[in-house]
């Protein structure tokens, strides 16, 4: 089991900044994948930003280079750094965890997910 709270969400102008965080809690497992996904309304659930145990980093063509996954400094803690954001931008973002490897962006293979934060950002 493994439990993520997602904060940090809130309305921001095109152009603005936003910093997503996400704790992860209650697990055992030595090797976790933690990633970001978003959904906005009426459209699936798209993989954004993916790290891995060995804190390598992949992402979605749609957000590389505006976005930035990260550990926090505290234990157990993951950030989304969102820089130059877009109206298209706006959906409930949200932290998930698979054990293992990160070997997918498809959010059916992420067995845990947060509540999500909603992030809206007007043009």
Known sequence: QVNLVE?????????????????????????????????????????????DSDKTTRYADS???????????????????????KPEDTATYYCAALVGACFSAAPQMYKYFGQGTQVTVSS
């Open 63 to 85: 957000v590389k280079g505006r976005f930035t996954i990260s550990e926090g400094n505290a234990k157990n803690t993951l950030n989304l750094q969102m820089n130059s954001l």
């Open 7 to 51: 904060s940090g969400g809130g309305s921001v102008q095109a152009g603005g900044s936003l910093t997503l965080s996400c704790v992860a809690s209650s697990y055992t497992a030595s090797v976790l994948c933690l990633a970001w996904f978003r959904q906005a309304p009426g459209k699936e659930r798209e993989g954004l930003a993916f790290i």
